[in-house]
């Protein structure tokens, strides 16, 4: 789901297909690469390339910027592979509109109609009327309390592809005129919905034969990092890779995966996972977090570490004989690596390992803090949350041609660089 703490969607969006004009303008796109869609497909084989600006602390969100509108205007948008749909705060005008950094999107006369396929894909089966017939309203909520509620619209957006080459397409997005924030609420301009449905962004890009339906972001542990949509930022073979869960298909989930404690199993199975950018921390089940909490005040025992109550950045902290000024300073402490080890079709195991850096931070206080969570206590039930902690520095990618996950380690301080495609 958004931002800060917990971010799985309640309510997942779908729309598909383009409008003629898209379409359109696909053929004139074609037809500037000599006719020839396999060429535009190897082409289109790069990326769209995006930036990232900001941490898991103190800003507790990672956000991009993108230009909509014609003419474009800049939009900070929370990326969040938690959910599908992507929404602007607009002006419809607002009824409700919290703080953002930008003046109000002001919406196109270009509206998703009540009876368009895409509008009945957003509503549950059984559940979709027309009391608008010239537009779709959509509601959407999310875990931490928040909402928005709007009409579906397309606009142009303004996209590189990393060969330089400039796209204009019109996508769907939502115009939110009535938002209610989340306890977990930033002054964003709206979210980018980069989920596994047919209404994601990427998803609309691949319908339209634009880019491959691959979504990967690489979180730097310092701030930044960058998004891209397409398979060219990657080299596949460097990747581990896991396939999509075929049974929890809302969320990208490589499904249950077993618990281990310093390379060594707990008996703690059955843990469904899912990766959420749009959740700042990681969040187990309770059992799971009892297990790592436990653990780690053992190997802790008879070191010169005290917890520290008084620090409420988060709900176990600890402080040392001076403040700390990084997690490498704390690591002599910390030494244990976490991991969740999913079974690939009854075959072999792929590890995700949780690094120190993986799983904890350092406060402005200079206590070091468990960024762990007990998710049950937050209402996600049996869901695991992976969130951006403890995908800082390593390269995330979602496969949706493929169905599978993979990550590697990687550099995420600076842009990737790319020969010329032309």
């Not at 990232?52 to 909509?68: A, K, L």
């Not at 619209?153 to 769907?172: E, M, Q």
């Not at 700042?280 to 520290?308: C, D, M």
């Not at 995908?391 to 990618?397: A, F, K, P, S, T």
């Amino acid at each position: 789901m958004r931002k800060g703490q917990v971010n799985v969607f309640i309510l997942l969006l779908f729309f598909t297909l383009s409008s003629a004009s898209d379409q359109r303008w696909r053929k004139a796109m074609m037809s500037a690469y000599n006719g020839s869609s396999s060429m535009m497909m190897n082409r289109v084989g790069s990326s769209i390339l995006f930036p990232i600006h900001g941490n898991v602390y103190p800003t507790g969100y990672y956000n991009v910027t993108i230009n909509i509108g014609h003419p474009p205007k800049p939009y900070f948008l929370d990326l969040d592979t938690g959910s599908d749909l992507t929404w602007l705060q607009c002006n419809a005008p607002c009824v409700h509109c919290i703080e953002a950094p930008h003046p109000l999107y002001q919406p196109t006369n270009d509206l998703v109609a009540c009876k368009d396929p895409l509008c009945a894909a957003l509503h549950p089966p059984g559940d979709y009327k027309c009391e608008s017939p010239d537009q779709c309203d959509y509601e959407v909520e999310y875990a931490d309390g928040g909402s928005s509620l709007g009409v579906l619209v397309r606009d142009v957006f303004s996209l590189n592809y990393t060969n330089g080459i400039r796209l204009s397409p019109r996508l769907a997005l939502g115009c939110g005129y009535d938002q209610i924030p989340g306890t977990s609420n930033h002054p964003l301009d709206g979210i980018l919905g980069l989920g596994r449905g047919k209404s994601s962004i990427v998803s609309q890009l691949q319908s339209q034969g634009l880019v491959r339906n691959v979504v990967g972001h690489c979180l730097s542990g310092i701030g930044g990092g960058f998004l891209f949509f397409g398979d060219g930022v990657y080299d596949s073979s460097h990747v581990t890779w896991t396939p999509m869960s075929q049974e929890f298909t809302r969320y990208y989930s490589p499904g249950s995966a077993e618990f281990h404690f310093g390379g060594k199993a707990t008996g703690i199975k059955n843990l469904i996972v899912i990766f959420d950018s749009g959740s700042s921390y990681t969040y187990l089940n309770s059992q799971a977090y009892q297990a790592v909490t436990v653990l780690l005040k053992k190997e802790l025992s008879g070191r010169s570490l005290k917890e520290a109550p008084e620090d409420q950045t988060l709900p176990l902290c600890w402080k040392g004989r001076k403040p700390f000024r990084s997690v490498r300073d704390a690591k002599k402490y910390f030494k244990t690596v976490l991991s969740l080890a999913f079974t690939n079709s009854g075959r072999r195991k792929t590890q995700f390992e949780l690094h120190p850096e993986a799983y904890l931070i350092i406060s402005n206080k200079g206590n070091v803090c468990l960024g762990i969570l007990n998710g049950t206590q937050v209402g996600l039930q049996n869901l695991n949350v992976i969130g951006d902690i403890s995908m800082q520095d390593r390269m995330v990618i979602y496969d949706n041609e493929k169905q599978v996950i993979g990550w590697s380690p990687a550099n995420c301080d600076n842009l990737p660089r790319f020969r010329s495609y032309m």
